[in-house]
């Protein structure tokens, strides 16, 4: 905050945006929840993510310390040849542990459902029965997270059963439980996946209201969305490594584009 006052920004603290619209000549009128407007040419969406945390207190204590939030791919060299633990059901569960499988020596899938078909595709359940170092605990739940410094035990429970037991030598938690964008106030012609992340680059092209929004003769810089001069970056951006460095990364990359942008008028 401090390098970015000195070199002029104004920072509108706490402010809520609740809407943008594009105007004639390229002009965008950013709404504030306390009914205010700004003008701009350019904009930079990083408005992240909303991810559901696991109710559990001493995993807190971890966070980042061996307890990871959606980040599998980048932490998967850091997994080798250890034993490391994945929370949730759904599909993105499903592809962290087949990504994680080629580094750790063992995967373990913790579904609280009776089975993996309540939330995940088929074919991604013929993937992981395929991998002999991946398991699949059903019906089990986190009761405790233990360590000094970092993580190392995890005491789970069968909800069914109400059995308990320890694991020892924990390399790795990593939580898929759910998250989501907060790009629900966005308007329709930022185009987004199905998940609601925010599209950009040559993503677009993909879309079939990609010529529909997109009135350029060049194609979209790369981070920018389907709307000329509005660019995401962070979390919120689809196909995003879910980091600090990443996010700040493209941030700056961002930038850049913007400069771009404005230089075409
Ligand atoms: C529990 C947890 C632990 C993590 N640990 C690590 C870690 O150890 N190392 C690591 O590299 N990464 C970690 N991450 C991931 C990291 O926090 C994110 O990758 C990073 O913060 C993304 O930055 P961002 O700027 O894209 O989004 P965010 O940091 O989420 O910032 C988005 C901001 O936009 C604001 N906002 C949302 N909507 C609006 C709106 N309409 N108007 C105005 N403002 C809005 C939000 O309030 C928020 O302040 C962790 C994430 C979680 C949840």
Known sequence: MAQASRFGAELLSPQEVTNIE???????????SDGSQLSTRSIIITTGVDYKRLNIDSLDNFTGAGVYYGAATTEGRTCQKLKVFIVGGGNSAGQAATYL?????QVVILNRE?????SMSQYLIEQLEALENVAVYNQTEIVEALGE????KLLLKNNTTG??????EVGALFIFIGARPHTDWLPINILKNK???????????R?????????????????????PGIFAAGDVRAGAMNRVASAVGEGA????????YLSEH
């Open 22 to 32: 594009v105007q004639k000549g390229g002009y965008k009128l950013l709404t504030l």
């Open 101 to 105: 499988s080629q580094f750790a020596r």
């Open 114 to 118: 009776k089975s993996l078909e309540v």
């Open 149 to 152: 410094e970092r993580l190392e």
């Open 163 to 168: 059995e308990e037991w320890q694991e020892e």
């Open 195 to 205: 998940e609601g992340y925010i599209e950009t680059g040559r993503e677009l092209t």
């Open 207 to 227: 879309y079939d209201d990609y010529s529909k929004f997109w009135n350029k003769e060049r194609e979209p810089y790369l981070l920018e969305t389907c709307s």
């Open 253 to 260: 990359m961002a930038i850049k584009f913007v400069h771009q």
